[in-house]
Every structure is written in C-alpha cells, then in structure tokens.
C-alpha cells in the first residue's frame, strides 16, 4: 500500500542524513517530493534517489534559516507541484563544543538554522493549508528536546524550543477547530554524515550516543507520523524511551550520570578532522554526503518500540484482551470450575 501516492510531500534538509532517508521512503511511496536545502550536489542527488524508488522529486535550493527564501520556494512548489500536503521539517545544523567556546555568532546561526528554520518552515505550510483546512506538518525532533547533553548546547536548546512551539501551535489549531494536524516525532542518536560535517571545536572526533540506529529507521517513523499525524508525539528507539523516562523519575540523577560520562560519550579515539562545517556554507555543495554517516557497523537497522508504537492499538488491544483472559481464568479457578 502507498497511501502517499500522488501527495505533495515538502522535506527541508532533503540532501542528507534523516532528510534523505525520508525522501527515498517517500519516494518508494510514489509520492511528489519537494526537497529543500542549500547543497545542489546533495539535491541532485537526492532527487535521483526519490525518482529511482518510484517517486516524483523537484529541487529547490533554500536557506531555512530565512523566511523569505522559504516562503518563495513554497510558492513555486505549488505552482509546479500542486498543492501541498505534508510539511516535514528535518533540517538543521549545529556546534559540537562546550557553551564557553562557542561564539554568540555561531549560537545564532544554529538558533536561526535549527530553530527557526522549523518556525519558518511550519508558518509557510500553514499559510498555505489553513485556508484549505486540510494538511499535516511533521517535526524532526529528538530524545534531547527533554534532556539536554553537554557539548549540544545549541542544538538542545533548539530542540527543546521546537517542542514548545510546536505545542504552542497545536494547541491554536485545535482552538480553531481546524483539521490541520501537526506532530513531533523524538529521535534516537542517528549514524547520518552530521558528525563529518558540524562544526565541531572537540578534540577527538565527535560520535552519537550509543546506541546508534540507521537513519532509515528515523525516516520510516517520520513517514508513518505524516500519514498518521493525529498524535501529538512519537517516541522513536528503546534508548529515546529510556532517557524521556529516566528524566521525569530521576531528573538530578541524570545531570550526575552525563556530567561523568556525556563528555567521553560523545568522542572517539580519532582526531578530529579540519575543514568541514555546514555551519555556514552547506557541505554538499561538491560532495554528495548521503544517508548514512561513518558507523554502519555499530547501527541498529530496525526498533522493536518503533513497531510497538506503529501498532499501538492493535497491542492495547492484545493485552487487554490477554489481561481479560487472566481475570476471566482467575475467577473461575476462585470459584471452583477449574
């Protein structure tokens, strides 16, 4: 089944990691994909992608970070591909350092690209699909929009601000009674090329959290969460769950654990390579980064609580159904039948 076929997806930071995953999942659902980044050899690349799966893809080269050049690739998104459907927000960018060695600069840029490119971004697809009333926008968020880490300073406090907004935003749509739908979807540690190209001041080459998961596994989620947006937040990997869960029983004892061992975490023993940055200029603008960053050996390609939360009711169900059987089965064991 492709419930997408036909539809007008737009995916900002469409050229790499998460953002490409998602495209070539759009893509095999023969959906009509927008995709918006700044990098035209990743761009190029990425439509190839979508058209091979079976898709229909359209470039549009944007800053998210400025509101104008994202309002005006919406325009001709709808002039060439029809109206727009789905709005998925993945793009973002980021400084791997601790806060004091980080310039007011830099924390700008990646506020304005990781931040407000997803305000941008939601305020564009709602103009646009409030008036028809119909619509569903997509938040590519993490397991750090509730629990902060050292060294992700500024990416922490994007995310954490994307929550509130989106929730903010929820909230207004559904005051209004308008069938707009708009949802979060909180990843785990991702193996996507970002830790070959953000800007990083670390010594030692920076790594995700272990475990590591492949961005399809990111890009199958967000996909559900677009034909399904009726939720207001998805949990993606056991190790998202773990942490959100951790932080509300046990908030200090977190700080304690990542304060000895978040720094380490987020290092491997290699030297940090120099010259590479999407900061500022995108990185793909000659190389084509693709999907995948550099720990395939070390990711997980599937997650047992994704298909837990994509079958959600069915489980319920189950379990109610088997915990009715067991009351059942109890009763009549207290009343002498068995």
Known sequence: MAPLRGRVVVVTGASGGVGRAVVRELGAQGAKVALIARGTTGLGAAAVDVGTEGGTAQVYEADVADYEQVRQAAERIEKELGPINIWINTAFSSVFAKFADISPEEFERTTAVTYLGYVWGTKVALDLMRPRNAGAIVQAGSALAHRGIPLQSAYCGAKHAIKGFTESVRTELMADGSEVKITLVQLPALNTPQFQWVLSKLRKHPQPVPPIYQPEVA????????????????????????????????????????????????????????????????????????????????????????????????????????????????????????
């Open 219 to 338: 890009a199958r989620a967000i996909v559900y969460a677009a034909e399904h947006p009726e939720r207001k937040e998805y949990w993606v990997g056991t190790s998202t769950v773990a942490t959100l869960l951790a932080q509300k029983v046990a908030p200090a004892l977190v700080d304690r654990y990542l304060a000895r061992t978040g720094v380490e975490s987020q290092q491997t023993e290699e030297e940090t390579p120099s010259g590479v940055s999407n900061l500022w200029e995108p990185a793909d603008e000659d190389t084509d980064y693709g999907a995948h960053g550099t720990f395939d050996r070390r990711s997980h390609k599937r997650s047992p609580q994704l298909w837990l939360a994509q079958r959600r009711g069915p489980v319920l169900l189950a379990l109610a159904g088997g915990g009715a059987a067991a009351a059942a089965y109890a009763a009549l064991r207290r009343a002498g039948r068995l």
